[in-house]
């Protein structure tokens, strides 16, 4: 096969990118920046949702129902495809900020399920239709709580921490085939979705995580950085890439109040 050629997995057709949790977020953001230079497949489990993403892409968008929970979905819908070059991990989440002393092990278990196990199914299920691209690339949507803990988020930054650890077990496994795995891990982002989700549709909760925050991280900037590690030329690996706000130093260390951005955009 010439990697150099991008119709040479599948003649006749354009590269496709596959976005899973692709409804909302992130992922929506993140299918609207591929589709100028990919068929994006939008998966996820909310239909509803997945036909409104696809439908403000337009073009050659298309939608796919994938429950990353469950294996006979995964393999039903990757059943469908006839090339995937692109895979972006996106599907996950947060539930609760309990402590440890008082967690809610269910959450643990779906977060798990999602962020971890729900990762691994997909790349074992695409994994054949990647190793045929010449633009064979896995995108591992991570956090920052996949390399810092803080209190209330154990749950979460377990989960976390797997997704991240499977992106780089997988990149030492895969060293000398062609296929690319980065691990992109976004500190504050303001969705419409996460914090209301992890506070169980609490809004006021959810909204005071971004408080007096002057420019948290948006969906699209998160896609942004997915475009940029995807666009660069196939010898190019990004391991990891660490993005967050300019108001957000660490996870512990957060400025909440307006910030003199002197005329910048």
């Known amino acids: 096969m010439d990697l150099a050629d991008p119709q040479q997995a599948a003649p006749g057709s354009r590269p496709v990118a596959l976005v899973t949790g692709g409804g909302t977020g992130i992922g929506a953001a993140t299918a609207g920046r591929l589709a100028a230079a990919y068929d994006v497949v ?27 929970t469950s294996q006979d979905s995964v393999d039903a819908a990757v059943a469908t495809l006839a090339r995937c070059d692109v895979l972006v991990n996106n599907a996950g989440g947060a539930l609760g900020r309990e402590s440890v002393a008082e967690a809610r092990l269910t959450d643990w278990e779906e977060m798990y399920a999602a962020n971890v196990i729900g990762t691994v199914r997909v790349i074992k299920a695409v994994l ?93 900037d998160v896609a942004a950085c997915v475009e940029f590690v995807v666009g660069l030329p196939q010898h190019v690996n990004i391991d990891s890439l660490v993005v967050k706000p300019v108001a957000q130093a660490a996870q512990h260390k957060l400025h909440r109040g307006k910030i003199d951005w002197r005329g910048s955009d």
Do not use: W
């Open 42 to 68: 939008v998966a996820g489990r909310r239909v509803e949702r997945l036909a409104a993403t696809a439908g403000r892409i337009g073009g050659t968008a298309s939608t796919l129902v994938m429950d990353v």
């Open 128 to 220: 054949p239709l990647l190793r045929r691209s010449p633009h064979a690339t896995i995108v591992n949507m991570s956090s920052t709580a996949g390399q810092l803990v803080y209190e209330g988020g154990a749950g979460y930054c377990a989960a976390k921490h797997g997704t991240s650890v499977i992106s780089e077990t997988l990149r030492l496994e895969l060293v000398g085939e062609h296929i690319r795995v980065c691990d992109i891990r976004p500190g504050m982002v303001m969705t419409d979705e996460f914090s209301l989700t992890r506070f169980r549709g609490d809004a006021a909760e959810a909204a005071s995580v971004y408080a007096d925050v002057d420019r948290p991280l948006t969906a699209d």
